[in-house]
């Protein structure tokens, strides 16, 4: 039997928001549903703290959850999460701001080598060589009541994240890599408020290619799903696909008759809508050429594809053999976005790119820089080994 703070009143939230603000370290986890709603809907918080110390807050049952997003945005703890997106997420939306001093143990992982991203049970698994039951990954954290052993299983998301945080700590010491992840977790928090803030239309899946007239077509039919999703607080995507948005982006139709000739759009819903989706296209269509959202490049369109290819592969070697996670470091974009940066093919006022930037600079960009400058080669090593590649300089 797990010992625990069963929190289900707004009472017992404040005594424990009392208890919590003496604490040097919190960690926590969320369980959450998104199936259903427009927004993920928030069923429970797990919290760890001094000396084994745990509680479970039943979001559902709390009025008000404000009192602890407060108390985690604030004050000197270090809070300690895995995998927190949408615990960053949640604090954002409910007080607008960052939890304080934000240690992300999967991104801490990454740095010192392990996978990226790495799973709880991974984790446990690889650091404490402890094994976590995954029986309840399919629960319904709505459902009431919740069963102890489902209350059990939440707890365990958050009972070793101390421990496993102190480990990942005392190896990222040893590598010299403590400002680098701090840095790593600034630029991470900025990325996810970016992300919920704005572009978000540019996720919607099947638009890589089409012209800027088009893709001002997908963000106004992105913007009324929103609006109406919200609306009706159900999710996006049973308002209207993706597919469908993409659709319309390339067809361009502003009448609302043709448009049903549209597999996908003959649903009763959807037909009423067809007036509004109609003025969408029409707003885009009237938009100026410089309101025009700009389309990415597409993958593998220019001359240096194969190039970005051989130095995204090198990139991975060169990650491994400083004991970092490839997945972490960059993407073959990242690459792209190098190469154009070295071969004059970027505006001189642009930001730097990526990896030639802070401790991805120091691990990859140079290296990849030696390469691009004919200064280093890569040769083939032991062919069996997990690090068959090596760098070495060249003869001048």
Known sequence: MVNYDDITTDRQLADLCDELRSATSIEFDTEFVSERTYRPQLCLVQVA?????????????VSDVSPFWKLITE???????????????????????????????????GMVGYEYPAGWGSLNSKILGEKINKGETRTNWHHRPLSQHQIEYALSDVV?????????????????????????????????????????WRRV???????????????????????????????????LRDDLIAELAKRRISDPTRMMA??????????????????????????????????APREGATPEALLVQFLF???????????????????????RELVAHQLGMRQHDDEPPALRSGWRGEIVGNVIDELLDGKVAIRIG?????????????EK
């Open 205 to 239: 899946s099947r638009i890589s290619g089409l012209s800027p007239r088009s893709l001002a077509v997908v963000r106004e039919l992105w913007q009324w799903r929103e609006q109406e999703a919200e609306r009706r607080n159900c999710p996006v995507k049973r308002v």
């Open 49 to 61: 703290w001094a000396n084994g110390r745990m509680a479970v807050i039943d979001t559902l049952a």
């Open 382 to 394: 032991n062919p069996r080994s997990g690090h068959p590649l090596e760098f070495v300089p060249t």
């Open 75 to 109: 004050g000197d703890h270090e809070t300690v999460v895995h995998a927190g997106r949408e615990e960053l997420a949640f604090a954002l939306a409910s007080v607008g701001r960052r939890p304080q001093r934000l240690f992300d143990v999967q991104i801490a992982a």
């Open 262 to 295: 549209v597999r996908g759009l003959d649903r009763g819903d959807l037909k009423r809508a067809a007036p509004a989706l109609a003025k969408c296209v029409s707003r885009a269509m009237d938009l100026p050429e410089g309101e025009l959202p700009r389309g």
């Open 160 to 200: 070793n994240l101390k421990l496993i945080r102190d480990k990942l700590h005392e190896k990222l010491a040893g590598l010299d890599r403590v400002a680098w992840f701090e840095d790593e977790m600034r630029a991470w928090q900025d990325s996810v408020e970016q992300t919920l803030s704005r572009d978000r």
């Open 313 to 335: 592969s090198a990139l991975g070697s060169i990650c491994r053999s400083a004991k970092i996670a490839p997945s972490i470091v960059g993407t073959v974009a990242d690459v």
